[in-house]
């Protein structure tokens, strides 16, 4: 069951004010206190045992307190602290930024690298049925992980536009000047009745095992098996190569189903019950189920 998607926008406004966690720029603006704080504070001789201990020892564990994971020790070429975390405000919708502290200069960069928009946001609850955030929270979680390697793949495949994959759909948008994905809308084709060019893209994907909620969590299961299916795809073709309406900017489309509902008499409106609504009388599966942005 969809949900009216007038009601979905400003649920997904609402919800994205609400939460009891920081808002975005304060969440940041804390992380970046406690550890520069820690590192004004040190005052051992600036050896790599030295420094690495003391963001193990000292910056990690209150990051831990915050409910965060910080892993100590080398990503790739790079040897330091390092930590994802979500933030959530209805200006800019829902972020994963990194947080990083480079061993041995102590250098902090701290960045966004995916955006899931307030409109990609809504998109998810009314095409999910669901009212709250947290019933997304699978969806929102397992694209970020995954958002993570598909960035690099779209940086040596050129891709202009950004499509990261769901357990039940894909967030769709942008990949940015500097690499990352600002993802605007959110689909399901599975659930339509007409031919998308987005069905043949997911059922790529379509082996995405039924992680649990600790997996989905910790986010390194989820991690490997993209990357994986990244190898493995690429042995065969590029995805760009696949889908070669990945090197075009994403493009909006307008969703015959906001139509459908403007149109629907008695149709719920945004300040209506936070229920979902069914479907209104004048409209028919075949009209629920279309795609659009």
Same mark, same amino acid.
């Given at each position: 069951?969809?949900?009216?998607?007038?009601?979905?926008?400003?649920?997904?406004?609402?919800?994205?004010?609400?939460?009891?966690?920081?808002?975005?720029?304060?969440?940041?603006?804390k992380?970046i206190?406690?550890?520069?704080?820690?590192?004004?504070?040190?005052?051992?001789?600036?050896?790599?045992?030295?420094?690495?201990?003391?963001?193990?020892?000292?910056?990690?564990?209150?990051?831990?307190?915050?409910g965060?994971?910080?892993?100590?020790g080398?990503? &790739?070429?790079?040897?330091?602290?390092?930590?994802?975390?979500?933030?959530?405000?209805a200006?800019?919708g829902?972020?994963e930024?990194?947080?990083?502290?480079?061993?041995? &200069?102590?250098?902090?960069?701290? %960045?966004?690298s995916t955006a899931?928009?307030?409109?990609?946001?809504?998109?998810?609850?009314q095409?999910? &049925?669901?009212?709250?955030?947290?019933?997304?929270?699978?969806?929102?979680?397992?694209? %970020?992980? %995954?958002?993570?390697?598909?960035?690099a793949?779209?940086?040596?495949?050129?891709?202009?536009?950004?499509?990261?994959?769901?357990?039940?759909?894909?967030?769709?948008g942008?990949?940015?000047d500097?690499?990352?994905?600002?993802?605007?809308?959110?689909?399901?084709?599975a659930?339509?009745?007409?031919a998308?060019?987005?069905?043949?893209?997911?059922?790529?994907?379509?082996?995405?095992?039924?992680?649990?909620?600790?997996q989905?969590?910790?986010?390194?299961?989820?991690?490997?098996?993209?990357?994986?299916?990244?190898?493995?795809?690429?042995?065969?073709?590029?995805?760009a190569?696949? %889908?070669?309406?990945?090197?075009?900017?994403?493009?909006?489309?307008?969703?015959?189903l906001?139509?459908?509902?403007?149109?629907?008499?008695?149709?719920?409106?945004p300040?209506?019950?936070?229920?979902?609504?069914?479907?209104?009388?004048?409209?028919?599966?075949k009209?629920?189920?279309?795609?659009?942005?």
């Amino acid at each position: 069951m969809f949900v009216d998607p007038r009601v979905a926008h400003g649920r997904a406004k609402f919800e994205l004010n609400r939460s009891p966690r920081l808002f975005a720029d304060e969440r940041r603006g804390k992380l970046i206190e406690i550890v520069t704080k820690s590192l004004d504070d040190f005052t051992a001789a600036p050896t790599r045992r030295a420094l690495m201990r003391m963001l193990s020892h000292q910056v990690a564990p209150k990051l831990e307190r915050l409910g965060l994971e910080p892993y100590v020790g080398p990503l &790739g070429s790079t040897e330091g602290l390092f930590v994802n975390f979500a933030t959530m405000s209805a200006e800019h919708g829902l972020r994963e930024f990194q947080l990083q502290v480079s061993v041995p &200069g102590l250098v902090l960069t701290s %960045f966004s690298s995916t955006a899931i928009r307030p409109h990609a946001v809504a998109r998810c609850l009314q095409r999910n &049925g669901v009212m709250a955030l947290d019933d997304i929270g699978r969806e929102t979680s397992v694209a %970020f992980v %995954f958002a993570r390697a598909l960035r690099a793949l779209a940086k040596v495949e050129q891709w202009k536009q950004a499509a990261v994959p769901t357990p039940n759909g894909l967030f769709v948008g942008d990949v940015i000047d500097n690499g990352d994905f600002h993802l605007k809308t959110y689909l399901r084709p599975a659930a339509s009745d007409r031919a998308s060019r987005w069905s043949s893209f997911c059922e790529l994907f379509s082996t995405m095992p039924a992680w649990t909620l600790s997996q989905v969590h910790d986010g390194s299961d989820l991690l490997h098996w993209m990357i994986d299916q990244i190898v493995a795809l690429r042995k065969s073709a590029a995805l760009a190569d696949r %889908f070669p309406f990945l090197l075009k900017p994403y493009e909006s489309v307008d969703d015959p189903l906001d139509a459908a509902w403007q149109a629907a008499p008695g149709a719920a409106q945004p300040a209506a019950s936070e229920d979902a609504p069914s479907l209104p009388p004048a409209m028919d599966s075949k009209h629920a189920s279309r795609r659009s942005s």
